[in-house]
């Protein structure tokens, strides 16, 4: 994708990466995501990533959580589906272990397009090495993952996680960018924004990194791109939230148009299209914002964005014909 091409341009072609809504498609065919995390102390994370999985169009929201967040969360909403799959170390059982409830979580992958790790996650050691597990199984399944908040830790400790792995997506805010950057030996205070996320990228094997922040810096080592859309004046915690979720959704559409499941020029290659999600991303969660602190102001909290998810794609993207036709 060139680096000269316009914001116009970059969301028309995240416009043509979208699938039309068309009657012959079946449930699940326009996404199955999971978001893994939610500890006991943190259920407001998965259920705000989960939610914007579902609100940007997702057929199928799942979280995979500790027993005690999943019974919080199903009160929520009745639309997520929740597996209290996940154990912190003190609250396993008799006979439980990390190998068995790895399993229990790595089973469920093959039902899915797209995961999210991290959001609620902690810092746990059962919960990390679970997280761990997954992301070599979905690695071996060219599973498409976001890892945000403490997902972030295991690529910080044990790079090798992700390093080289192209079907990913880290999404760091400027102090977790900072130890990944450290994890690295990339030093934050020489350089420019946009070429330290370009470093980090690349240190990591050329993964797609989102740096957030009052511009989001999208790169992945050989192409960077800038997302400055306007977005709200309120940092409440959360918001990130939003963005992980929508990731997920534009990433289960890409495997869509891979797929073909409807009739497109196919003109994009996957490298293309990932950086796409990761804009489109940015782009729908900066104008969340912008909506929900025009409602808000300073009172805006993270669920104000939730609502703004599908408002903020006609916004940002647009809707297709439900024909299959083109505008």
Sequence with gaps: MAASMTRKEILGKV???IPPMLEKFHKGQLGRVAVIGGSEDYTGAPYFSAMASAKLGCDMSHVICEPGAGAVIKTYSPNLMVHPYMRQEKNLAKGETVDSISENVIGMLD???VVVIGPGLGRDPAMQETCARVIAEARKKNISFVLDADGLYLAQTRP???KGYKECILTPNVVEFGRLAKSQNIDVEKGDASKLCEQLATALGGVTIIQKGSVDYISNGTHTMTSEGEGGMKRSGGQGDTLTGSLATLLAYRKAYLE??????????PDELLALCAYGGSAITRECSRLAFKEKGRSLQAADLTEHVHTAFLDIVGEKP???SKL
């Design 15 to 17: 416009y043509k990466m």
């Design 111 to 113: 039902r899915l397009h």
């Design 160 to 162: 090798e996680l992700v």
């Design 260 to 269: 073909k499941i409807w009739d497109h020029e196919n003109d994009m290659s």
């Design 322 to 324: 439900t024909d299959g």
